[in-house]
Nanobody, 123 residues
Framework: VQLQASGGGLVQAGGSLRLSCAAS????????MGWFRQAPGKEREFVAAVSWDYNSPFYGDSAKGRFVISRDNAKNTVYLQMNSLKPEDTAVYYC?????????????????WGQGTQVTVSS
């Protein structure tokens, strides 16, 4: 199983980025796909998640109103569109897959993790 995250980079405050997570190696039907982020010296934080089977997104407080998670089942890819970025959004962003839709915010739910992609927002 492989999750390949991409799309990070350097952007000015107020700008946008779209992260992608390409999944391979198994079927993810029944799984929830999540995005987390981790800034230096901080714990890994839940950002957003979406069920592979149902278009029911979940968002952490930091993402509500600014980020949109979506998935393309045909491409086995999950996206995170990030708008109105702030310097405090600077972090390494990880995608992950886990089996429990009712535990989307918990890192322990996720059994597969991507390698992370760096997002840096300058002020």
């Amino acid at each position: 199983v492989q999750l390949q995250a991409s799309g990070g980079g350097l952007v000015q405050a107020g700008g946008s980025l779209r992260l992608s997570c390409a999944a391979s190696g198994r079927t993810f039907s029944g799984y929830v796909m999540g995005w987390f982020r981790q800034a230096p010296g901080k714990e890994r934080e839940f950002v957003a998640a979406v069920s592979w089977d149902y278009n029911s997104p979940f968002y952490g407080d930091s993402a509500k109103g600014r980020f949109v998670i979506s998935r393309d089942n045909a491409k086995n890819t999950v996206y995170l569109q990030m708008n109105s970025l702030k310097p405090e959004d600077t972090a390494v962003y990880y995608c992950a897959a886990g089996p429990h839709v009712d535990r989307v915010v918990s890192t322990s739910n996720y059994v597969h993790w991507g390698q992370g992609t760096q997002v840096t927002v300058s002020s």
